[in-house]
């Protein structure tokens, strides 16, 4: 086998430059085996590898927000591309020989990331004139957020954002009553919490317990200059605050980091329907136990039997249908149990506009206003998560 991969590596450096490569290899009975690997035969072989290399591409320029034309220069980099079929790849990727232009080619491809390297490290040592002007921005390689509700990613700072990065998100709670926000932070480009690289656990605890989407809870990422990530979250009405460091890249290569956002390619459209249909779910949920509490509640007397009878038909539906995994009729069955319940939201939300301006402050009938509207009706909650 090492014979088989050592002749496999000098054809594949003849055929750079030769239009034929010789094999003759001998084998472990005392045969040879002989045999002629013509260029043309060598690049469909390595057409599905090419194809691979395509795709960062496209996306690294989808990713910077520019096209082919705006790219002035590409270096090549690594001994691959000398092959003659990965120059032509680069010259069509990014229009090259139709401007008059050629890739990089007279940096040695196998040293030219240490001479990079050597480079930067120049710039920080502020070693020399030739480097004063110049500026490398480093970029996060992987997404960066925190699992939601139902599993699901929630992305709070982007991959090939520039370090150091900051970037704030809000969200609450989905249980009435609940004193405990367990974070999970994640690294990725999956929909799924559980498809991506888990960083670090913590807890937000001691919060005043109150209704299902009340709380507001900030939670802040921050990428130092080193790479650090800082994680806090905070509950804004009472003021408790946690926090965790951690090192997002610590243990993963070049090339894992590649794979990752490679699988996020292959399974979008797969992760995409799962994240869809976790959402429709929760949504099904918050207004399942909403509805489920509003019988006590003395607007639910001022609804005719027909209207009764209309929002317990859509509750029944809905709490059936959610239980599969049609996604489409989950969302048909939350928008007519919303529609159904329009009119309790507005009796709901008269009873609290009186109660709140009778003899209150504003402070107070704010907050009872909000809960009010966070209650019967099937949009509020999500859209407020």
């Given at each position: 086998?090492?014979?088989?991969?050592?002749?496999?590596?000098?054809?594949?450096?003849?055929?750079?430059?030769?239009?034929?490569?010789?094999?003759?290899?001998?084998?472990?009975?005392?045969?040879?085996?002989?045999?002629?690997?013509?260029?043309?035969?060598?690049?469909?072989?390595?057409?599905?590898?090419?194809?691979?290399?395509?795709?960062?591409?496209?996306?690294?320029?989808?990713?910077?927000?520019?096209?082919?034309?705006?790219?002035?220069e590409?270096?090549?980099?690594?001994?691959?591309?000398?092959?003659p079929?990965?120059?032509?790849?680069?010259d069509?990727?990014?229009?090259?020989?139709?401007?008059g232009?050629?890739?990089?080619?007279?940096?040695?491809?196998?040293?030219?990331?240490?001479?990079?390297?050597?480079?930067?490290?120049?710039?920080?040592?502020?070693?020399?004139?030739?480097?004063?002007?110049?500026?490398?921005?480093?970029?996060?390689?992987?997404?960066?957020?925190i699992?939601?509700?139902?599993?699901?990613?929630?992305?709070?700072i982007?991959r090939?954002?520039?370090?150091p990065?900051s970037?704030?998100e809000?969200?609450?709670?989905?249980v009435?009553?609940?004193?405990?926000?367990a974070?999970?932070?994640?690294?990725?480009?999956?929909?799924?919490?559980?498809?991506?690289?888990?960083?670090?656990?913590?807890?937000?605890?001691?919060?005043?317990?109150?209704?299902?989407?009340?709380?507001?809870?900030?939670?802040?990422?921050?990428?130092?200059?080193?790479?650090?990530l800082?994680?806090?979250?905070?509950?804004?009405?009472?003021?408790?605050?946690?926090?965790?460091?951690?090192?997002?890249?610590?243990?993963?290569?070049?090339?894992?980091?590649?794979?990752?956002?490679?699988?996020?390619?292959?399974?979008?459209?797969?992760?995409?329907?799962?994240?869809?249909?976790?959402?429709?779910?929760?949504?099904?949920?918050?207004?399942?136990?909403?509805?489920?509490?509003?019988?006590?509640?003395?607007?639910?007397?001022?609804?005719?039997?027909?209207?009764?009878?209309?929002?317990?038909?859509?509750?029944?539906?809905?709490?059936?249908?959610?239980?599969?995994?049609?996604?489409?009729?989950?969302?048909?069955?939350?928008?007519?149990?919303?529609?159904?319940?329009?009119?309790?939201?507005e009796?709901?939300?008269?009873?609290?506009?009186?109660?709140?301006?009778?003899?209150?402050?504003?402070?107070?009938?704010?907050?009872?206003?909000?809960?009010?509207?966070?209650?019967?009706?099937?949009?509020?909650?999500?859209?407020?998560?």
């Open positions: 086998m090492q014979a088989l991969r050592k002749a496999a590596i000098e054809a594949k450096i003849k055929l750079s430059t030769e239009p034929i490569a010789h094999f003759d290899i001998e084998l472990p009975n005392g045969d040879r085996y002989q045999r002629e690997i013509p260029r043309g035969v060598f690049e469909l072989l390595i057409e599905p590898v090419l194809a691979r290399t395509a795709a960062p591409c496209k996306q690294a320029l989808t990713d910077a927000g520019i096209t082919a034309d705006q790219v002035d590409v270096v090549l980099v690594g001994g691959s591309t000398r092959i079929a990965v120059r032509s790849l680069v069509d990727l990014f229009r090259l020989a139709a401007r232009k050629k890739p990089h080619t007279e940096l040695n491809p196998d040293e030219v990331v240490a001479l990079g390297a050597a480079v930067q490290a120049d710039i920080l040592a502020g070693a020399s004139k030739s480097t004063e002007e110049m500026l490398l921005l480093d970029v996060t390689p992987l997404s960066l957020g699992e939601a509700l139902g599993g699901t990613v929630a992305r709070i982007q090939n954002s520039t370090i990065a970037a704030t809000h969200f609450t709670t989905g009435d009553g609940q004193t405990n926000v974070i999970h932070v994640v690294q990725g480009e999956r929909e799924l919490a559980a498809d991506c690289r888990s960083l670090a656990r913590f807890d937000l605890k001691g919060i005043p317990p109150m209704t299902a989407g009340l709380p507001r809870i900030e939670v802040r990422f921050l990428i130092d200059a080193d790479g650090i800082q994680v806090s979250a905070r509950e804004q009405r009472s003021g408790l605050a946690a926090e965790i460091e951690v090192k997002p890249t610590y243990g993963l290569t070049d090339e894992q980091v590649e794979t990752m956002i490679l699988d996020s390619f292959d399974h979008a459209e797969e992760d995409f329907a799962k994240r869809l249909l976790i959402e429709a779910r929760n949504e099904a949920e918050s207004i399942l136990s909403k509805v489920g509490g509003v019988r006590t509640n003395p607007a639910w007397g001022q609804l005719t039997g027909e209207e009764q009878s209309a929002i317990q038909a859509a509750v029944t539906h809905l709490a059936s249908v959610n239980q599969g995994d049609d996604m489409s009729a989950i969302r048909e069955a939350t928008l007519a149990l919303d529609k159904a319940t329009g009119r309790l939201a009796l709901m939300m008269d009873a609290a506009v009186s109660t709140a301006l009778r003899g209150k402050t504003m402070t107070a009938a704010g907050e009872q206003l909000e809960e009010a509207v966070t209650a019967p009706h099937a949009m509020a909650p999500a859209e407020f998560k």
